[in-house]
Nanobody, 119 residues
Framework: VQFVESGGGLVEPGGSLRLSCVAS????????ITWYRQAPGKERERVAT???????HYADSVKGRFTISRDNTKNTTTLQMDSLKSEDTAVYYC??????????????WGQGTQVTVSS
């Protein structure tokens, strides 16, 4: 099992970034996938979740600004982030839904991708 995140960077407030995650080693198309983030000194939190069929859910803090999508043919999920705020600064990870609480899946965190929102 592997998750490889990419697309992070430094962006000014109000800007946009598009994150990608390529997964391997399991049946991607049958799993609900979640983007998580962890800011310095804070716990990892759920950002956005997408079910195999495409239904999505968002944390209140990003609702209306972030859009999650997936391509089951490429084992890929993306997170389009618009109207970025300084409080969005964090390392972003993808994994299956519930991974932080699952003994199996929490072994497979990727390196994440750093998003820094600053002027």
């Amino acid at each position: 099992v592997q998750f490889v995140e990419s697309g992070g960077g430094l962006v000014e407030p109000g800007g946009s970034l598009r994150l990608s995650c390529v997964a391997s080693g399991f049946t991607f198309h049958t799993h609900t996938i979640t983007w998580y983030r962890q800011a310095p000194g804070k716990e990892r939190e759920r950002v956005a979740t997408i079910r195999p069929g495409g239904d999505s859910h968002y944390a209140d803090s990003v609702k209306g600004r972030f859009t999650i999508s997936r391509d089951n043919t490429k084992n890929t999920t993306t997170l389009q982030m618009d109207s970025l705020k300084s409080e969005d600064t964090a390392v972003y990870y993808c994994n299956v839904a519930g991974a932080p609480y699952n003994e199996y899946w929490r072994k497979y965190w990727g390196q994440g991708t750093q998003v820094t929102v600053s002027s």
